[in-house]
């Protein structure tokens, strides 16, 4: 992995905590997670004039992203109903690379060096262990913990559709316009359904907060899709889970959450994986 990429993909790492940690933060989670999401249409629209038309070999990958990243959302906002931010956040995004890793290598045939692996075993480790942390809430919260790992399932699934599919495109950003255009739209039609009035206070009260995380959503996955192709995909989804220590360190500053043994241990699992992992790579 070059150092172009590696920097890349930490960027869109501090970029996804931030508005993760805004959906969290806000009192109605599905208004807030729509907002980011219909939030990407103006911004892929924008970009498609200026991207190659993706290969027609990817439009079932499209397809297939779109209904992945549907779940992913639905996923996300019940576990952050019935969780913190740092419980929930780091447990999702650290089962994530594990899965990626074992779907790469056990189905894929994809070849790591030994230290990527144990980077990549060190950061999903090392995260996984704040199943054993206490909420804010008062005591443990198992059924925000399994909200996460299906959570995290999502993540795996997605990641691995949209690697293969933007190398399929031929282009990583023009296949990630694309689903964002089509996830966008669904999620709008979804919200519609749900809450007659939830677009138009989309556009209106909600404009800062749709513009603003739906900017930030769309750059950091589009980074992340366009790394898939420059670097093997497992070490990809590893690197971009090095979003949890921007999110516990929000999660802490901003939102009043404790800060605990197993937190600090995850961040410095996640920091030193992410430093083999560039030594490794």
Known sequence: MSATVF??????AALHAAWNAAVKGGTDKVQGLAAVIVGHLPFALAVLPFVPLPDAAALPWIASGIALHLGYQGALVAAYGAGDLTQVYPIARGSAPLLVVAV???????????AALVAVALIGAGILCLLAAPSARGGRTPRAGALALLTGGFIAAYSLNDGIGARAAGTGVGFYAWLSVGNALVTGAILHRMRPGGLRRLAVADLGRTLGGGGASFAAYAIVVWAFTEAPIALVAALRETSVVFALLIGVALMGERADAAKVAAILATLGGAALLRIAG
């Open 7 to 12: 920097a890349a993909v930490l960027c869109a």
């Open 104 to 114: 790469s290598v056990g189905v894929l045939g994809t070849a790591l060096p030994g």
